[in-house]
């Protein structure tokens, strides 16, 4: 059964950092392209990176470029977020979403949530002092 796991969430105070990870099983990742998204108390949920299946593109909302990082390890079926100087505003369950890499073939489409097929349970982030 396809399963998309987040992990790596958590309590951290501001400025501090915390690297998410996505694990995919009953999937091989070589073929998909990964989004993170979030989704925060009474808002709506919003692309924040996304890596192509090759890795050989990446995107990233304006509100975390240059603090967030996004990386995948085909071999182990697993993609990072590496997220540094986290805010306030940061805190919000992460997902992690899939999608064929046919169906994205531009860069700026890949933050579009409703593109991506399958999608996680997401992790909780929490920024607070």
């Known amino acids: 059964q396809l399963q998309l796991v987040e992990s790596g969430g958590g309590l951290v105070q501001p400025g501090g950092s915390l690297r998410l990870s996505c694990a995919a099983s009953?999937?091989?990742?070589?073929?998909?392209?990964i989004g993170w998204f979030r989704q925060a108390p009474g808002k709506e949920r919003e692309g924040v990176s996304c890596i192509s299946s090759s890795g050989d593109f990446s995107n990233y909302a304006d509100s975390v470029k240059g603090r967030f990082t996004v990386s995948r390890d085909n071999a182990k079926d697993t993609v990072y977020l590496q997220m540094n100087s986290l805010k306030p505003e940061d805190t919000a369950i992460y997902y992690c979403a899939v999608v064929p890499k046919a169906i994205i073939t531009v860069q700026s489409m890949c933050l579009i949530e409703t593109f991506y097929w399958y999608w996680g349970q997401g992790t909780q982030v929490t920024v607070s002092s």
């Open positions: 009953a999937l091989s990742l070589n073929y998909y392209h």
